[in-house]
């Protein structure tokens, strides 16, 4: 066998770091070949640039963040509140599922306070599903991929779904090791702090991160930092359940008794 891949897949620049790059760059470490692609530019995540102006901005810092947590950059595909779920976009999103042929899907919630995520998660999951149908054609075209995969999706923004209840993670990451790292990528979308200071009265863009990720630590009852994930069905997916995430990463991966019973009824 090849090199494992992971790919993270979020709807704007800086999604990832806020709530996947810790498993990221565990799994980088543990020998995984990993990849960062955002689906919307982050063009409207901005109060003083033009839409190219913040497109471009927030692509660099993309970039910038992207090589700071050791992955390669994928550039986007649409723009913000255009991640739509329909098929044009569905092509391309799965054109970059093919191209990087990965193993395991980082992304997110079904379940999150806006649409964009709800749809990037959405499209992040037909698209792997789509990934060895011959008759369903990428934009730009790309042979199909014939392997397994696993899809874990990550906690939503706030810990809550959008009626204000709090989501449980069936598997805990313990990132305290890698916190410097993910806060180091996220300081990258400097555009982003004045922006979500003025539309969502975030004044402090890295410590909501940071108290997010001591938050789900403490639901974990043993991590000091850490990232939630809930893995998908794996019906149509992979021939039975796997996880590859918790193989890879060992007493650094928990999995949360309660939530397996819980699926059970």
Same mark, same amino acid.
């Given at each position: ?19 996947? /790059? ?127 995969? /696993? ?115």
């Amino acid at each position: 066998m090849g090199t494992p891949v992971a790919m993270a897949i979020g709807a704007h620049p800086d999604d990832i770091e806020f709530s996947m /790059a810790g498993t990221l760059v565990l799994l980088k470490r543990a020998g995984f070949e990993t990849h960062y692609f955002n689906i919307a530019s982050g063009n409207c995540g901005t109060s003083s640039l033009s839409a190219s102006r913040a497109r471009k901005r927030r692509a660099d810092e993309a970039r910038s963040a992207a090589a700071v947590l050791g992955a390669q950059f994928h550039p986007s595909v649409t723009d913000d509140l255009e991640i739509i779920y329909e098929v044009a976009l569905l092509r391309r999103v799965a054109a970059v599922i093919r191209e990087v042929k990965a193993s395991v899907i980082l992304t997110h919630s079904p379940q999150d306070y806006m649409e964009d995520h709800t749809n990037a998660c959405r499209l992040a999951v037909s698209a792997t599903f789509a990934r060895g149908m011959r008759n369903f054609e990428a934009t730009p075209r790309r042979r199909v991929v014939d392997q397994e995969v /696993a899809i874990y999706h990550c906690m939503p923004h706030g810990l809550r779904d959008p009626l204000r209840r709090r989501v449980v993670p069936g598997q805990f990451v313990n990132t305290t090791a890698v916190q410097t790292t993910k806060l180091d990528a996220l300081a990258q979308h400097q555009s982003q702090q004045e922006w979500l200071a003025t539309s969502q009265v975030l004044n402090s863009y890295l410590q909501t991160m940071d108290k997010l990720s001591r938050e789900v630590g403490r639901m974990s009852g043993r991590f000091k930092h850490a990232e939630g994930w809930r893995r998908h069905l794996h019906l149509g997916f992979a021939s039975s359940e796997i996880d590859p995430v918790g193989e890879a990463l060992g007493k650094n991966c928990w999995t949360n008794a309660a939530y397996e019973r819980g699926l059970m009824g």
